[in-house]
């Protein structure tokens, strides 16, 4: 497709339980972002993938926080035990890389809003 | 001290006013700089794309990079109703980096 899918666009959890959020990329995309985005603002990098791959994982809180991007399968982002500061906006990104240099433009998705109660 | 710095706003402008957002950031290995666009409730949009030091133009909006000061600047003329929104710097260090997000200022267009 040519936006970036995420699901579902709102999740409620209650503290402790597990959230799994899942972003389906641009076809042909080949790098995937996870962002958090606390309080409307101040959005946080968690990971990202290339392809299947992990390509860049220094946001990710290690303890409850896990992500795959498996081929023919849409990208997901778990959280298990979810905390109330868990609560925010998760944002998908996807971006082509034609080669070192180039305009690479990250395209966003709608987000999944994820309230821990 | 965080590694993008933007005054929050909100800003609060006529329509048809000239508007300056501004970033200042702290990583000299900065070399892509973007402004993003954000809706209440979406994602952020793509506004300008930026390699290194210099200036980009596209309709209304500017975008200036001066690398050695650290700074960056988004200038949007003719400002409409339809501007008002949350703007976000951002950058990166290489082409397929992640994307540093500034805190966003918050801009209303009033008609």
């Known amino acids: 497709g040519e936006e970036v899918a995420q699901t579902p666009k709102h999740l409620v959890r209650g503290e402790g339980q597990k959230a799994k959020l899942y972003c389906a990329p641009i076809?042909?995309?080949?790098?995937v972002f996870w962002y958090q985005q606390v309080l409307k603002n101040e959005f946080k990098f968690l990971i990202s993938?290339?392809?299947?791959?992990?390509?860049?994982e220094t946001g990710m809180p290690k303890e409850r926080f896990s992500a795959k991007c498996l081929p023919n399968s849409p990208c997901s982002l778990e959280i298990q035990a979810t905390k109330l500061e868990d609560s925010a906006v998760y944002f998908c990104?996807?971006?082509?890389?034609?080669?070192?240099?180039?305009?690479?433009?990250?395209?966003f998705g709608q987000g999944t809003r994820l309230t821990v109660v | 001290q965080k590694e993008v710095e933007q005054d929050p706003g909100p800003l609060s402008v006529p329509e048809g006013a000239i508007v300056s957002l501004n970033c200042t950031y702290s990583?000299?290995?900065?070399?892509?700089f973007m402004w993003y666009r954000q809706y209440s409730r979406k994602g952020p949009e793509l506004l300008m794309y930026t390699y290194s030091s210099g200036n980009k133009e596209d309709g209304r909006f500017t975008a200036q990079v001066d690398k050695s000061s650290k700074y960056i600047s988004l200038f949007i003329r003719d400002s409409q109703p339809s501007d008002s929104a949350t703007y976000l710097c951002?950058?990166?260090?290489?082409?397929?980096?992640?994307?540093?997000f500034g805190p966003g200022t918050s801009l209303s267009v009033i008609p």
């Open positions: 990104a996807s971006s082509q890389l034609i080669h070192p240099g180039s305009d690479t433009e990250a395209f």
């Open positions: 076809k042909g995309h080949s790098y």
């Open positions: 990583n000299s290995a900065f070399q892509y």
């Open positions: 951002a950058m990166k260090e290489t082409s397929y980096d992640k994307v540093i």
């Open positions: 993938f290339q392809n299947e791959n992990v390509f860049d």
